[in-house]
């Protein structure tokens, strides 16, 4: 008996046809709560992005494209319409379908409302939508023009009305519950009954695209009590989450690690503690798993990641991404950066820190027995054979492309390299001397031509 797994590089309009019959299955909202079903990559509004990058995420196993907006209309007055904005999320969406990608749609700014990163930074005023109810019934016009734009496409998963809400940038309402209600009820502020408002201009153009709720405070997963809470059975709860702030934020030329001890705001105080996988799933998380228990909707970790690389960044990555995989919840990097080949450390991107990095995040995609997705079977197919008592890997890779030299890397699921091989032929043998029973991802390159399959030498 043998034990064959494929995976192939070439990406053609059959996916689309196969994500139509998989939508066709059931609603949009069933793909949330299946299991982990959504992984992916947020895409940022400032950031080049081409037809062969949504390629080339469909390759590595990714289901979802996180597609962040800045509006299809100005934050300030008269608020008249952005053609670029709307002509740059065209662009991105056309990208996805040409992949079969299935993408999400999150909405950044709008009448009222500026990014909220900028905002944050001081780069960009503060938003007036929170206390202006005018502002707040135009940003909900914009959200059904966008709703009603792509909502019928089978791979649209879903819109977020806004991302971050902030109607407190100036106080210390960050790290405290109490804090953010105590300024809410003094300011008139209803987070509720605004986005309830959004909710509903979004249903005003489809009755069941799934909705993305985040809560304030950057969404942070400690303050997840106060997300807003939304009688629809088309929601999606999502939090975004950066701690350890001191590790995940730290300089380039910080020397931090992971696990390690930080002083961080948990549940409204601030505290040293010892970040690792059991802390950050049993502690930091505990507000969104009471979310996910008061509510019975999917859960979505919609941005996680670290700022640049540090001592045991590939185990924090894995450990977050495994979390969300054990809990059943979908999540995305922040971020896919599409940068030219640099000697710089660039932030947030992965493909050119240490390859533990990128080749965990891969991993990610296949970890689990729910996420080994079915391969394509057209072209530049890798396959990876193995006998019943475990001995030798017998490794095939098909396709047209001409291969003068193969590299090859055998990694464990947290990203780290075991074996690292160079071959000549399409067909050849690895030893698995020192490979414990357990799941590997391997990455095969030559030139341009990249291709991987996930693996395991257990009986």
């Not at 960009?124 to 966008?146: A, F, K, V």
């Not at 990641?305 to 045991?312: D, E, F, I, R, W």
Request: hydrophobic share 35%.
């Amino acid at each position: 008996m043998t034990r064959v797994l494929a995976a192939s590089v070439l990406i053609s309009f059959l996916l689309s046809f196969e994500a139509s019959l998989q939508a066709q299955e059931g609603s949009k909202i069933e793909l949330w709560k299946r299991p982990s079903n959504f992984r992916g990559f947020v895409i940022s509004p400032n950031v080049p992005i081409s037809q062969q990058d949504m390629l080339d995420v469909k390759s590595f196993g990714a289901t979802l494209a996180y597609i962040a907006t800045d509006g299809f209309r100005s934050p300030t007055a008269p608020y008249q319409e952005d053609s670029e904005n709307i002509q740059a999320l065209d662009d991105r969406i056309a990208y996805c379908r040409a992949a079969g990608l299935h993408y999400a749609i999150a909405v950044r700014q709008g009448p009222g409302r500026y990014d909220v990163a900028l905002e944050g930074t001081g780069a960009d005023p503060p938003s007036t939508i929170w206390y202006n109810p005018s502002e707040q019934q135009l940003y909900g016009s914009m959200l059904r023009e966008i709703t009603a734009r792509y909502c019928s496409d089978t791979l649209c998963a879903g819109i977020t009305p806004t991302v971050e809400p902030d109607p407190f940038f100036d106080s210390l309402c960050c790290i405290d519950t109490s804090q953010f209600e105590y300024y809410a009820k003094r300011n008139g502020v209803d987070l509720t009954a605004t986005t309830q408002l959004w909710v509903d201009s979004i249903r005003a153009a489809s009755p069941d695209i799934p909705i993305l709720i985040q809560g304030p405070g950057y969404t942070n997963p400690t303050l997840f009590s106060l997300v807003p809470i939304i009688l629809d059975s088309n929601v999606v709860y999502e939090f975004h989450d950066y701690h350890p702030t001191g590790f995940t934020e730290a300089a380039d030329t910080a020397q931090v690690v992971y696990p390690g001890a930080y002083l961080e705001a948990i549940n409204s105080m601030l505290e040293m503690a010892q970040y690792d996988k059991t802390f950050i799933a049993d502690t930091l998380l505990y507000f969104v798993s009471q979310v996910e228990q008061e509510t019975h909707a999917p859960i979505f970790m919609g941005e996680f990641g670290m700022t640049y690389p540090h001592s045991g960044g590939p185990q924090f990555l894995a450990d977050m991404s495994s979390i969300a995989i054990e809990k059943g919840w979908d999540f995305t990097y922040f971020d896919y950066w599409h940068r030219p080949p640099s000697t710089d450390v660039q932030s947030y991107d992965y493909k050119d820190w240490d390859s533990s990095y990128w080749s965990g995040i891969l991993a990610s995609f296949q970890q689990g027995s729910e996420s080994v997705r079915t391969p394509d079977v057209e072209s530049s197919t890798l396959r990876i054979l193995q006998d019943a008592e475990g001995g030798e890997l017998l490794v095939n890779w098909s396709g047209e492309a001409s291969i003068s030299a193969i590299h090859g890397t055998i990694y464990d699921l947290v990203g780290r390299p075991v074996k690292s091989f160079d071959r000549t032929s399409r067909n050849f043998t690895i030893g698995t001397t020192g490979l414990t029973p357990e799941a590997y991802f391997m990455l095969l390159s030559s030139g341009e031509d990249r291709v991987s399959a996930l693996f395991s030498t257990a009986r």
